[in-house]
């Protein structure tokens, strides 16, 4: 049996939770894990004046995959600091350019709309676009102050989201919708339908769609049972995923993972909601997106069985209305369940 080496950083406030809870249900699979834990928060920040130490990557990269929790203490750490200090580094050093996000209503969950039966993967290009971290400031405080910041769209970087989007949609129902603004932007996004009409010449047996982000927003609002995978830039893939992470019942139910398709690094997973400052260490918060995420994360290492044995036990507790509505049930209680529930 191969043991997977996992560097696990749980980060700040309810990514603490949900990690000690999404670790409890991974070792009751009986998958061999070997989790080395890096307390890299806003809390090092402060100790220190980094969110990791500076070989942190290099640490990082004898693992065979990450597990983070969340980001983010407004109160002492502005999030631009914590985010660009440890998270999206992470994501690019390991070239982790697909974001898969999943969305789709767990048994017993409602959501808040009348739509049912969607199930929609959202790939998010996760290495460059409007998350690059180019440009700066200027004149700062004064009247003539001036801030850029520049969304990057290399060809290899849209080019290879896209074919990973086609991939995962030839692998599902067959349809992508590619989602831009390029009636605004006009360079980049213009760009980025072109290239979607080179890829989508290599698929054949895919349908391609072309919208708008706002059209989209609306769509997933309206019609979610519409859509299969959408392909979307790194902003408004964020942006998107909390749309669908709130259709399919809120944060509490969005996983997903940060993944390096040609394994030259450890990819990354992580519930896609952030720290949640207000309810860090109360026992309230929902583990499930990060149990999902961390049945992500066996998938990725090759323990498919597990990761679906993982999905399964989520699936029979919320049929069963465990964790399926905020303060319903606490972090343990619904841990525990879904731990039973594997047994
Ligand atoms: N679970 C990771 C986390 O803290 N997410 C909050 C967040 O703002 N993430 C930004 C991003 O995904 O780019």
Redesign the pocket.
């Known amino acids: 049996m191969k043991t997977h080496k996992i560097a696990l950083i749980p980060?700040?406030g309810i990514?603490v939770d949900v990690t000690d809870a999404a670790m409890e249900v991974l070792a009751a699979t009986g998958v061999s894990l070997d989790p080395v834990r890096f307390d890299w928060s806003c809390e090092t920040y402060l100790q220190t004046g980094r969110m990791m130490p500076g070989d942190g990557i290099d640490t990082l990269r004898a693992f065979d995959a990450i597990f983070?929790?969340?980001?983010?203490w407004p109160a002492t750490v502005p999030?631009s600091v914590s985010?660009h200090g440890l998270?999206?580094p992470i994501r690019k050093a390991f070239d982790q350019y697909a974001?898969i996000r999943p969305h789709r209503l767990l048994p017993g969950v409602e959501g808040p709309l009348k739509a049912q039966g969607f199930d929609i993967l959202c790939i998010r290009e996760n290495t460059e676009g409007e998350?690059s971290g180019a440009g700066g400031r200027v004149h700062q405080g004064r009247d003539n102050e001036v801030a850029v910041e520049s969304a990057i769209f290399t060809r290899k970087g849209v080019e290879r989201i896209l074919r990973f989007g086609f991939d995962q949609a030839r692998a599902r129902r067959g349809h992508l919708t590619s989602v831009t603004k390029s009636n605004a932007q006009k360079y980049s996004m213009v760009f980025w339908d072109e290239v979607t009409r080179e890829i989508a010449a290599e698929y054949p047996d895919v349908t391609v769609s072309h919208m708008h982000i706002d059209a989209m927003a609306a769509k997933m609002v309206m019609a979610p049972q519409d859509l299969d995978v959408i392909v979307a830039s790194?902003l408004f893939g964020?942006i998107l995923t909390d749309l669908g992470a709130a259709i399919q019942g809120g944060l509490g139910f969005a996983a997903?993972a940060n993944i390096c398709p040609d394994r030259s690094g450890p990819s990354m997973f992580?519930?896609?909601?952030?720290?949640a400052p207000d309810i860090a260490g109360r026992n309230i918060a929902n583990p499930i997106a990060a149990i999902w995420s961390g049945a992500m994360m066996l998938d990725h290492l090759g323990e498919s069985d597990a990761a679906k044995a993982v999905l399964a036990a989520i699936e029979a507790v919320t049929a069963r209305g465990i964790g399926i509505r905020p303060g319903s049930h606490g972090t343990a209680a619904i841990t525990a369940a879904i731990v039973e529930e594997l047994k």
């Open positions: 980060g700040d990514g983070l929790g969340a980001v983010g999030d985010l998270l999206l974001n998350y790194n964020d997903s992580e519930p896609v909601h952030g720290s």
